[in-house]
């Protein structure tokens, strides 16, 4: 797909998971490498990685490091944005492992050009890291850094946002792995 973005948000500190969760080992392959093949899969042509880890730059995909750092994810979806050369942008947080190709696919297919940002939704938990933003969003995201509001849900808020429900057979590939026990229910 031509005219959308990947950006694949791996700059955090992983401090709950005590190493850096984009190179935790899945089925003996690392995680932000499950991430870039299911976009692949899904026809995304342009992928790129936000991250200050070089570590990453086996997958032959564009890295960039954030604007503002240590800014959390509204950093990384703001230089995402700002980097961006398409008007709609799928943004992933490093930490979905599972996801698949047929969910990209169904996600693209659910934008509405009415609002700038379509969130997934598992139950009763958003997930603004496995959503599409509009690049037009890239101005909030900036008057929010400027602010220090580093709320992502928050920032969402303030943003014409629509969410979109799940359906159930999707549910545990769309589950964030943050801990070190996320991480051992995963690999069992």
Partial sequence: MKNISAYIIAGGKSSRMGSDKGMLLLNETVFIAHIVKALQEAAIQNITIVS??????????????????????????????LHSKTEQNIILSVDVPLISADIITWLIANIDDENLITQVKVLDKTSPLIAVYNRKAVNIF??????????????????????????????????????????????K
Avoid at 55 to 78: H, M, Q, T
Avoid at 145 to 169: F, S, Y
Wanted: glycine share 4%; charged share 30%.
């Fill in 142 to 187: 900036e008057e929010h850094l400027k602010k220090e509001q580093l709320k992502l849900r928050m920032v969402v808020e303030e943003i014409p946002h629509q969410t979109i429900e799940a359906p159930e057979k999707w549910h545990s590939l769309l589950q964030n792995i943050n801990t070190k026990e996320d991480y051992q229910n995963l690999i």
């Fill in 52 to 81: 200050a880890n070089s570590d990453y730059d086996f997958l032959n995909c564009n890295r960039i490091e954030d604007i503002y750092s240590d800014k959390g994810p509204v950093g990384g979806i703001f230089t995402a944005l």
